[in-house]
């Protein structure tokens, strides 16, 4: 696909299938990750893959049992409460059992930590949309970034107290008859825009 195309067709996929995603394809996402730019050049911005079927359910769980003891009121962002919500009903998955879970962790010192994995994330989700591949923005685990037992958990595979949780991504074939991520999603509100012209 052209960039244009990759752009406007991209859609968040919550339906995946059992399909996993070749090494090759995984592989060309991180690549786009790593062409992501940093403030500074700082390059902290790190990856955790997470294909294992038990770690993708031990995470649900923990989130299910973090998520569950909030509360929430109106004020409360909406995705969070829904979050909550769910956790508290006793059936929440927030990432959706994709092929493979990307965490983006980076530098808590580094000022640009969440706008670097941001960048990170966006380009995997347009390479994962070129490899026919859908893919899910997931905010939980940033949300839960300061809960014990997820940060005990990540720790068993390398996350560090000076590392701070951005981010996440869903990456895997989706649920559809043909295999291949809605690209016909409901058209988007335009953002609000200011022209400033003048000499």
Not at 33 to 56: D, E, H, M, Y
Not at 132 to 139: R, V
Request: charged fraction near 25%.
């Amino acid at each position: 696909m052209q960039t244009e195309e990759v752009i406007r067709t991209r859609r968040s996929t919550r339906r995946f299938s059992d399909r996993p995603v070749e090494e090759e394809k995984l592989e060309k996402i991180l690549q786009a990750a790593n062409q992501a730019p940093s403030g500074g050049n700082s390059r902290t911005c790190r990856l955790f893959v997470i294909r294992s079927r038990k770690v993708l359910e031990d995470l649900a769980q923990i989130a299910q049992r973090a998520f569950a003891a909030m509360e929430y009121d109106e004020n409360t962002y909406r995705s969070k409460r829904n979050s909550i919500a769910k956790a508290k009903q006793g059936h929440y998955v927030f990432h959706y059992q994709p092929a493979a879970l990307i965490v983006t962790v980076n530098q808590r010192s580094h000022p640009n930590a969440l706008v670097d994995c941001a960048c990170a994330l966006e380009n995997m989700m347009l390479m994962a949309n070129e490899l026919d591949l859908g893919s899910c923005y997931i905010n939980q685990p940033h949300w839960l970034d300061e809960d014990p037992e997820l940060r005990a958990y990540l720790a068993r595979y390398g996350l560090t107290e000076e590392e701070t949780i951005c981010g996440s991504l869903a990456v895997g074939y989706a649920d559809t008859p043909d295999g291949l991520p809605n690209r016909m999603g409901a058209p988007k509100e335009p953002l609000a825009v200011t022209w400033i012209d003048e000499p």
